[in-house]
């Protein structure tokens, strides 16, 4: 619920001082108080740029015009490195008076959207990162228990919409080399709520596959539905993907319930 403020235009002396103070707070202030407190929460990034619209009658009336967020080479949850990420916020509610001392503080939660590329190289690393807590399987071959290792994982980005991954398995009895391998077609499920995969081609070695490259999948949803995102008062709720080769382009809807501190 927002804060209702009533400002006088009286000419009483305690009202005097406070629109002399909105008048010197300008955008770069408001800019410099919100780089400082997402830099914090956005740390390890190559870099970022924050730019929030107002002016001094606007933020009288506790109204941000917008900010946006426009960060390259982010890393989130899981060593996930997004490319690029761009957060927009429109109209954006904050108590005035806790704008005066340099704390950007929401009056009410605040809706936008946002744009997240990925490369394939980046999806990769985390799904290597993934083998190391499903790397080793024991699996029947002809009547034999056999164990297998998972050595590595590949992720392609095809121009046909699809994502293949890749890997290869190594037979620890035979130390037999395999390949695996499974081609998925990502899309947004009907309910609008982020990216289902109902489309599995399972195809070097199908049986391997199916028990070696499934967790590995698992890893490959959670990364398309963003959640290797999580920022302090931030969220991200896929509503429409692009996938040509060698990367993914998310569009999402962007929600801020309060403002980073510093």
Do not use: W
């Not at 005035?96 to 939660?109: H, M, R």
């Not at 289902?196 to 539905?225: G, T």
């Not at 995102?229 to 709720?237: A, E, I, N, R």
């Amino acid at each position: 619920m927002g804060l209702l403020f009533n400002f006088s235009y009286s000419h009483t002396p305690q009202f005097k001082p406070m629109f002399f103070k909105f008048d010197d707070l300008g955008e770069k202030t408001i800019n410099k108080i919100a780089e400082v407190a997402l830099s914090t929460k956005l740390d390890k990034r190559d870099k970022l740029v924050v730019k929030v619209k107002t002016d001094p009658n606007l933020l009288a009336k506790g109204t941000l015009e917008s900010l946006v967020i426009d960060c390259q080479g982010l890393m989130v949850e899981n060593a996930l490195r997004m490319e690029s990420i761009n957060i927009t916020l429109n109209t954006i509610a904050v108590s005035p008076f806790k704008a005066l001392t340099g704390n950007i503080q929401l009056t009410q939660p605040s809706r936008g959207k946002a744009c997240v590329l990925l490369t394939e190289k980046d999806i990769t690393r985390v799904l290597d990162r993934a083998i190391l807590r499903n790397r080793q399987h024991e699996i029947v071959i002809d009547e034999k228990v056999i164990k297998v290792r998972l050595q590595q994982v590949n992720c392609n980005l095809l121009d046909t919409g699809k994502i293949l991954i890749e890997g290869t398995v190594k037979l620890k009895d035979t130390e037999d080399i395999k390949q695996v391998s499974l081609e998925i077609k990502p899309k947004i499920c009907q309910a609008g709520n982020g990216v289902i995969v109902d489309d599995i081609e399972y195809l070097e070695e199908p049986h391997l596959s199916s028990i070696l490259l499934n967790p590995i999948l698992e890893e490959a949803k959670s990364i398309l539905n963003l959640k290797n995102f999580k920022v302090d008062g931030f969220s991200l709720k896929v509503k429409e993907f692009n996938i040509k080769k060698g990367a993914l382009q998310l569009q999402a809807e962007a929600g801020m319930t309060h403002f980073p501190t510093a």
